[in-house]
């Protein structure tokens, strides 16, 4: 039975869930969510991590799973610690005459 699909599949499918767990990550130290949630994120990610690597071994799929985890990892909480900039759309909408 051919698992390539299925490892591609859960493959993005870590990826995706190792973005979120950074986030969460971040968002956990600041207090805005729960520890379940950020728990959550990371057995999902784990899971589906190990799944490539259970259904091909440390071959090349895994290892290059591993590695776009990590740096999705890494990109989910670069960008969630960076402050947002809050545009003041006021003036736009009601311009003053």
Known sequence: MPTGPFQAMLG??????????????????RGEVTR???????LRTTVCVYAVF?????RWPFILVFALAAASLTGGVWLESRPKKVED?????????
Not at 54 to 58: N, R
């Open 36 to 42: 379940g949630a950020t728990f959550g994120w990371a």
């Open 54 to 58: 259970f259904f091909g071994g440390l």
């Open 89 to 97: 759309l006021s003036k736009i909408m009601f311009p003053e005459e």
């Open 12 to 29: 993005a499918l870590g990826v995706l869930f190792a973005y979120f767990l950074g986030r969460g990550a971040v968002k956990l130290r």
